[in-house]
């Protein structure tokens, strides 16, 4: 197919997801001091968070696992191709819509680290949701 996206490029936002995934826990702590935040919760709204805040980085990992080790599987035009690149599409295209809605409504502190650092993300997220919704409309359109 000739719109077919490089492997390098499923490999690059893979890489991008394990990332996220490993700095995610560095960003709660120094960027949002989230977890003195999450200490004025009730314990079992505690847990449910910190859940949560695990469901996200595990997430994050595994469709950057499955990038790097499956691309080509990721873009045959299978069933199995179409759910799965839809599911993470959703999951980008979510984030994003996310952060532009919500997010400017908050102040992250004014560091040029944390600065750079928060746009950095958005073109990350940006880029998976780009790269997962072509995979999945390629995908479709190889299937049907």
Sequence with gaps: MRNQIPNWLIILGGCGQIFTAVIYPYIRHKVFDWYNDVKQLKPLNQEIVKT???????????FGC???????????GTHLAIALTGLIAAYWVGK?????????????????????????????FILFAVVYTWLL???????F
């Design 137 to 143: 409309v390629t995908n479709v359109c190889q299937t």
């Design 96 to 124: 994003v819509i996310t952060q532009i809605a919500y997010y400017p409504m908050y102040q992250i502190p004014q560091k040029t680290i944390f600065k750079v650092g928060s746009y950095f993300m958005n073109l990350l």
């Design 66 to 76: 499955i990038a790097i080790v499956l691309p080509n599987d990721l873009k045959n």
């Design 52 to 62: 949560y805040g695990r469901y996200i980085q595990g997430l994050n990992f595994s």
